[in-house]
């Protein structure tokens, strides 16, 4: 099946260009049907409505009716992806649609191990990577009581926190940590070493590295940041042991236990020996991947930042508890509403690039995308959130190529044009 036939049954029909490199026209309805190139122009993608966007995500109230994507639609939406994985060649892809905590649409593309050939399903293991900074953000809001919330200080969970300047080491609070606006310099992550760095590092690193701005004033990517909270969380549930042990336990019985996340893991060695973890691959020639072996050290002392291994199942449990906002699909509540929902928010510093914890915001068409995509260890995956239509999807590919993140930068446009079409057709 080709883009053409796409056009056959529906309107508006979804219909994605494959000329990414080409074209720079934006999304548009053409002819009956709804283009959208993989290439939109960065002016029809508006990432902040100011500098400094402080607007309240905009989530449906609890009942609150909004148009379903319809059954077609979704349907050619789904042919769509396994196109776009065969002419692209990516190795395997496994993508799921959320609406109203139901899975409304499951594609899973491809292969596990192009080499032998075993398929993907959707319980295989993919290196999740960034989207573990949201993770580690949702212990956060799974561990807020009286006595712990986002703006705990960090020296309050561990005394021995200090930053360079000594004076700011009581300011730095968990949310900081978590939004990067702790003032610690982004080349933190560079000097730390995964294949020989723990989490004792990472503390180390902080207490050395120059502050690079006031704890709260300025945002500075650094997994070193994200890390450090990671490993301080467990402390606010009394734990004191080592950090690492800590954090993988106190994730594995607020979170992995209570959502359903059954296959997931921050071990390596626990996926490969489960058969069912989806082999790296490395782009060899036009279309052509080879396998390759991952890099990533067993303990990773960024494991809060980029260490989670999950399912394509776990991330759409995952995803469905993010919109009921704190409830499980099973129905067990572990997070407040308000505290799931302020991840959401970029923080309060004007050069936020609209981070929030674990998360960024963007506009697509007036459409609210709340997002986290990216790379690790030579596995893609993209997340997103659309509060104001009780949806969302995530997408796994078992490469890190341009073409794999071109794929999964432009996914999250091509749902809000569906929810928008969906929207403007209940209008009329």
Not at 274 to 298: C, N
Request: net charge negative; proline share 7%.
């Amino acid at each position: 099946m080709r883009w053409w036939q796409l056009c056959r049954g529906l309107v508006p029909v979804l219909l994605f260009t494959l000329c990414a490199s080409e074209l720079a026209a934006q999304a548009s309805f053409r002819d009956g049907g709804l283009v959208i190139p993989l290439q939109p122009p960065k002016e029809d993608i508006n990432p902040a409505l100011d500098v400094s966007d402080m607007a309240a995500v905009r989530a449906l109230t609890p009942g609150a009716a909004h148009p379903a994507i319809s059954p077609e639609m979704l349907e050619r939406f789904g042919e769509y992806i396994t196109d776009l994985a065969e002419d692209y060649g990516l190795p395997g892809m496994a993508l799921a649609i959320v609406q109203d905590g139901q899975v409304v649409l499951q594609q899973v593309v491809g292969y596990a191990n192009l080499k032998t050939g075993e398929r993907l399903t959707e319980r295989t293991r993919f290196n999740a990577g960034p989207a573990s900074q949201a993770l580690t953000s949702l212990l956060a809001a799974s561990l807020e009581s009286p006595s712990f919330t986002y703006d705990k200080p960090a020296q309050k969970l561990w005394p021995r926190f200090r930053m360079s300047a000594r004076e700011l080491s009581g300011e730095v609070t968990i949310r900081q940590l978590l939004t990067m606006t702790a003032g610690i310099p982004d080349y933190t992550d560079d000097i730390l070493d995964p294949a020989w760095a723990r989490p004792e590092d990472v503390m180390a690193v902080i207490a050395q590295a120059p502050v690079s701005a006031n704890p709260g004033q300025r945002f500075s990517r650094s997994l070193v940041s994200i890390a450090a909270a990671g490993y301080l969380l467990p402390r606010s549930a009394g734990k004191d042991s080592e950090f690492y042990k800590d954090y993988i336990e106190t994730v594995q019985d607020k979170i992995f236990g209570p959502v359903g996340m059954e296959d997931a893991t921050f071990s390596l060695a626990e996926a490969q020996a489960s058969g069912q973890m989806a082999s790296a691959h490395q782009y060899a020639d036009r279309g052509r991947y080879d396998p390759t072996g991952f890099w990533q050290p067993e303990q990773n002392a960024f494991a809060p930042a980029i260490g989670l291994k999950a399912s394509l199942r776990d991330m759409t449990r995952w995803l469905i508890t993010e919109l009921n906002m704190g409830l499980t699909p099973d129905g067990q509540r572990i997070a407040d509403t308000v505290s799931v929902r302020e991840r959401w928010q970029p923080a309060r510093t004007e050069d936020s690039r609209n981070f929030g914890m674990g998360w960024s915001r963007r506009y697509y068409r007036n459409v609210e995308i709340i997002g986290t995509e990216g790379s690790y260890d030579r596995h893609s995956v993209a997340m997103a959130l659309f509060p104001g239509y009780r949806t969302g999807f995530v997408a796994l590919i078992n490469t890190d190529s341009p073409d794999a993140q071109k794929v999964l930068s432009e996914l999250p446009l091509g749902i809000a044009e569906m929810l928008k079409s969906t929207e403007n057709k209940a209008r009329q």
